[in-house]
């Protein structure tokens, strides 16, 4: 199996759609010569050019806007928001337009709009160009959310949410572009609303999104090795959600922790906790460990950075204590 | 305006009843008389019937234990709204669910007895934090409990407000029935986690084992049903009377060759009697010229009953029970017949009324069909007497000298002693003994 990086898994989605299906083009931010600021798009516009491969004023809400009005007159277009923070510009026509057309039109207009973005921390980006923003639009009926931690999946997710007749808004973590993993030759679609178990274990189940997914299967690593069996499931699809294989795993360890980028107040791990506790009461041994970030704006510095956002070891402490004695 | 729908009392002393199934789904058309749900009391299973028509507005007590008087659903108009009413019956009731309490496990003393367990389980413990805790509760729960008892439909949830368990160890604590109070908790804060359960629950001597067993074996727990309990509690109950027991043997050819004729003559549509039935006239009769042993042991005074209503126990899947087969005195035996075969249909069909479990003033047990010789009875309080009959078989007997092969059975009579004397058992012994080997004598 050929090996990508999810930086090439996303652009090699990108490609094969614009590649095979005349109706999907993109738009976004520098996203043309400069290749985009993460360099995802590099090397489309020379394959497909100008018209397929759209820069755009910095307008946040223009861009999803004709996302909007091209996706309801039969394209299938993938708009870029270069920072997930800039999704705050387009809350209007996400939230009140893409959202609402399929229903308020009695499903006479679809909206088969995807909006890529990508945020997160680890490189000292600041409070305004790393958040983690995937839960507020967890909120709202009509959106599809998905949250790829792969190249595999990344790739094949992205393909989905593009054939998806409903705007999809998904997030792509900054710190994982250069991360490389075996891709299948063929780009297989993965269905929305399928969650992946990456680790089975036995003594408490790790939901974790994004990142966190990588920092939860080392963590797991580690409390192997003190004889804790973890179990590592990422919801991949946050919007709808796979609750039927998270109640699964649950029910079997008895145990979970959430873990995610985001904030904990308030963030998917608090629906998740709900979901669980709701569908696996009985089965519960231990009170739900919420992992994500310390409610503060992201400081800059790097030390403090890294004491804000969630590390290794505090998904580790959180297994511990699902399990701990007294 | 919906009629209450209110657990029925079905007999004397009935304090409370397990509804077992709703036989009609809420929004369903119900008229008056239809059977509205299935009650299990004490004694008997029985289908209590709908005493309005309507609609089935609302179940407010979908399964469990339930006092008599609770409103238990809400019969009224399709468009009738309900939940105001649904909020007031349950406050002039106590909650439903408060009131649906076994009435043997009072909540005052179920959360006395679980402190105290903690506070001396806690004594040896380092720290003082846990025993305090626990101890908090139970100074105010007698109060508080007579007021207004938490809502818990089983006694294991009753120890829910004070002891610190995961839910998951409350599910396996609830399914292999043990007390999660009794156990302690090795999680964060003293928490009872699943594992301590199991632990447990490996030591209890009625638990399964924990993990899957490797011996192969299983051992299968059955929970009590309420007729189970019923005897269970009331056979024990038993032991506490000071009883003796006297033994006769008859000759039963007579007693064969009635019933014989009684058959032969037998017309289309008569219940054929069987020597259980004849037995049962006989006994009746015997009863009635014996008032001393057709008593009942009742707060310490003997009640001798004029009427004779002999129970005939009988065994059914759910248990022993024992329908009465009223005035028997005053049956003939092809009456009798018919009435016990219409009563044990019924109790092995699980449908019998706490009408025909009632007001029985002597039992007999009769183990003959399965060719026991004789046996010795627990006496069926407060009934002052039983009587246990044998198999009739061939014997070797002595008559006239010589020995010969005869048809007999033994009865075995036990007695409470503290209403009979043994004079007065073989007083009645003795008749019975006759009234078998001459059954005319009984006319």
């Known amino acids: ?326 | 305006m919906a009629t209450e729908i209110k657990l029925p009392r079905l007999g004397q002393g009935m304090e409370a009843g397990t509804i077992v199934r709703w036989l009609k789904s809420e929004g369903d058309e119900v008229a008056k008389g239809e059977p509205l749900f299935e009650l299990d009391t004490d004694k008997v299973t029985q289908e209590v019937e709908a005493d309005a028509a309507g609609v089935l507005l609302k179940i407010v007590v979908p399964e469990g234990e339930a006092s008599v008087g609770t409103t238990v659903a809400l019969i009224g108009a399709a468009d009738e709204e309900v939940s105001e009413f649904v909020a007031g019956a349950q406050g002039g009731n106590g909650d439903a669910r408060a009131a649906a309490r076994p009435v043997e496990d009072p909540p005052a003393e179920n959360a006395a007895l679980s402190a105290d367990e903690q506070s001396e389980a806690g004594d040896g413990a380092p720290k003082g934090t846990r025993p305090q805790e626990q101890k908090a509760p139970s100074a105010a729960a007698p109060g508080a409990a007579a007021v207004e008892p938490p809502a818990a439909p089983s006694p294991v949830r009753a120890g829910c407000e004070r002891v610190k368990a995961s839910p998951l160890a409350r599910r396996i604590a609830r399914e292999r029935g043990l007390d999660i109070a009794a156990l302690t908790g090795t999680g964060p804060e003293g928490r009872i986690i699943a594992e301590d359960v199991e632990h447990a629950s490996d030591g209890a001597v009625s638990g399964p084992p924990a993990a899957a067993p490797d011996d192969g074996g299983s051992i299968e727990i059955v929970e009590l049903t309420s007729v189970r309990r019923t005897i269970a509690r009331r056979l024990t109950e038993a032991w506490a009377a000071p009883v003796f027991q006297l033994s006769v043997t008859a000759d039963a050819s007579a007693l064969s060759a009635t019933r014989e004729h009684m058959v032969e003559l037998l017309r289309e549509g008569e219940t054929k009697p069987t020597v259980s039935d004849v037995l049962t006239r006989l006994v009746a009769s015997a009863l009635q010229r014996h008032p001393a042993v057709n008593a009942l042991f009742v707060d310490g005074k003997i009640h001798r009953y004029g009427r004779v209503n002999v129970g005939i126990a009988v065994a059914t899947a759910n248990g022993l029970v024992v329908p009465v087969i009223r005035a028997a005195d005053r049956e003939s035996v092809l009456g009798i017949a018919a009435i016990r075969a219409d009563l044990v249909s019924r109790a092995r069909e699980g449908k019998l009324k706490l009408a025909d479990l009632e007001d029985g003033t002597f039992t007999i047990s009769n183990l003959g069909m399965y060719g026991i010789e004789q046996f010795i009875a627990v006496l069926n309080p407060p009934q002052v007497a039983i009587l246990a009959v044998g198999s009739i078989a061939d014997r070797p007997a002595a008559v006239d000298g010589s020995l010969e092969i005869r048809p007999t059975l033994t009865m075995t009579i036990t007695c409470d002693h503290r209403a009979i004397d043994g004079s007065e058992g073989a007083e009645f012994l003795q008749t019975v003994k006759s009234l078998v080997e001459s059954p005319a004598l009984a006319l």
């Open chain 1, 1 to 326: 199996m050929p090996e990508l990086t999810y930086r090439e898994a996303v652009r090699d989605a990108l490609s094969r759609a614009l590649r095979e299906d005349d109706n999907v083009f993109l738009m976004g931010e520098d996203i043309a010569e400069m290749g985009g600021s993460m360099a995802v798009t590099q090397g489309l516009l020379d394959e497909f050019g100008p018209k397929r491969i759209r820069n755009t004023p910095i307008s946040e809400m223009a861009i999803v806007g004709s996302g909007i009005g091209a996706a309801i007159q039969g394209m299938r277009p993938v708009v870029e928001i270069m920072y997930e923070d800039f999704l705050t510009l387009s809350m209007e026509q996400l939230v009140n337009q893409a959202a609402k057309h399929r229903t308020m039109s009695g499903g006479q207009v679809k909206v088969p709009l995807t909006i890529r973005t990508q945020g997160g921390a680890g490189w000292s980006p600041g409070a305004q160009h790393a958040q983690q923003l995937e839960a507020w639009f967890v909120h709202v009926p009509g959106l599809k959310v998905v949250f790829a931690s792969t190249p595999e999946d990344v790739r094949g997710l992205l393909w989905s949410a593009i054939y998806d007749d409903n705007p999809v808004v998904f997030f792509e973590h900054r710190t994982l572009y250069p991360l490389k993993g075996e891709v299948p030759e063929e780009l297989e679609p993965i269905p929305l609303g399928k969650a992946r178990i990456h680790r089975a274990g036995e003594d408490v189940t790790v939901v974790a999104t994004g990142r966190l997914v990588h920092d939860a299967l080392q963590a797991a690593e580690t409390a192997e090795g003190e004889g804790i069996s973890v179990e590592v499931v990422d919801p991949r699809t946050l919007l709808p959600l796979d609750e039927e294989t998270i109640v699964a795993s649950v029910k079997k360890t008895n145990r979970c922790v959430t873990a995610h980028e985001a904030v904990v107040r308030g963030g998917f791990g608090a629906e998740l906790a709900a979901v669980i506790q709701h569908a696996a009461f009985d089965w519960l041994d231990a009170p739900i460990e919420r992992v994500g970030s310390k409610f503060a704006p992201l400081p800059f510095a790097p030390v403090m950075e890294q004491y804000v956002v969630p590390q290794v070891e505090d998904v580790l402490d959180a297994i511990r204590r699902t399990v701990a004695r007294a």
